[in-house]
């Protein structure tokens, strides 16, 4: 994939788009081929918690804790962003993704760098869990398909841990993949 390359992927949810979280070329692009209103963030996802944690070095010991219990698996953990980090994707909260790589996308593990993600699908349209269910002008202009067959289709649970450092709060903001149960025995 080239400087500004847009892939689509197979996370452990839905087929996602993917690219370079700090090229403005890349990430303006993927907004306009997905047609979302650039005011809605996306994700930042790395393919190994610990490059996420490495990443992320603000965070407090009680929200590292909970992206080590939560990761890698099928959430997106809104994180306190006070550094910034990644000017392109988010704000003062940054959505963290670290997927589990089945066998058919472990090469993923591979990818060393944070890659902004996107579900593969047009803004609005359904989350595709199977490649050729990826609308064809995102195919079609992506620079790179990865094909890993059939995906559970369900996307991440989305959890807020804004506020988890200091009150040990979290809500679930969009029920997904992980069970309200899964998470409330991570974080205890």
Do not use: H
């Not at 369900?154 to 040990?168: C, H, K, M, N």
């Amino acid at each position: 994939m080239s400087v500004g390359g847009i892939a689509v992927f197979p996370a452990d949810t839905v087929y996602g788009l993917a690219c370079d979280a700090a090229s403005r070329e890349a990430v303006e692009r993927l907004y306009l081929l997905k047609r979302r209103d650039r005011a809605k963030r996306a994700a930042v996802l790395f393919f190994d918690p610990e490059l996420a944690l490495a990443a992320l070095p603000e965070l407090g010991p009680r929200t590292r804790a909970a992206v080590e219990a939560l990761t890698p698996g099928g959430v997106t953990l809104l994180v306190p962003n006070p550094a910034q980090r990644f000017p392109l994707a988010a704000g003062e909260t940054l959505g963290l993704r670290v997927p589990a790589l089945g066998d058919a996308a472990a090469a993923l593990g591979a990818v060393r760098w944070p890659v902004l993600q996107s579900s593969a699908n047009l803004s609005g349209g359904a989350d595709p869990r199977r490649v050729d269910e990826v609308d064809p002008r995102l195919r079609d202009a992506a620079d790179l398909v990865l094909d890993a067959g059939e995906l559970p289709g369900t996307p991440s649970t989305v959890i807020d841990l804004t506020r988890y450092e200091d009150a040990g709060a979290w809500s679930i903001v969009r029920v997904g993949l992980v069970p309200r149960e899964d998470i409330e025995a991570a974080l205890r």
